[in-house]
């Protein structure tokens, strides 16, 4: 296998999955578009690519090799999903409570009528 294939295999097959959660990321909730939620969600998709592309090449340069060669996939795999879903989780959070939640808003509820 080509040695760049092999370095970036992990990226490569995930790439696609990675776009359609980073599509259904910038798509929901459909309101509101702001600028600052667009500098947001382009900031955390950004990120979360950066995160899973580094922790992909550190798990290929650190994964134990008397294991055989597809252990290095694996793990890069894991590593790099793992961070991707961690970093869109945490900006998914962080999204609802600064850009497009009920406080971010001016909204509050009632002390009575509080979602559960």
């Known amino acids: 296998m080509n040695p760049e294939v092999e370095l970036n295999l992990a990226l490569i097959l995930f790439l696609p999955w990675f776009l359609i959660l980073g599509a259904l990321y910038w798509i929901y ?8 939620r667009r500098s947001f969600d382009m900031a955390a998709l950004a990120l979360a690519t950066a995160a899973a592309a580094l ?9 134990d090799r008397q294991f055989g060669g597809m252990w290095k996939q694996v793990l890069a795999t894991s590593v790099s ?36």
Not at 29 to 36: G, K, L, M, V
Not at 55 to 63: D, H, L, R, T
Not at 83 to 96: D, E, I, K, Q, S
Not at 100 to 109: D, H, I, L, M, Q
């Open 29 to 36: 909730p459909r309101a509101p578009r702001t600028p600052a």
């Open 81 to 116: 999903y793992g961070l991707f879903l961690g970093v869109m989780t945490l900006a998914l959070w962080a999204r609802h409570a600064w850009i497009t939640g009920p406080r971010a808003r001016g909204k509050s509820f009632p002390a009575s009528s509080k979602p559960a």
């Open 55 to 63: 922790g992909m090449y550190w798990s290929m340069f650190n994964a």
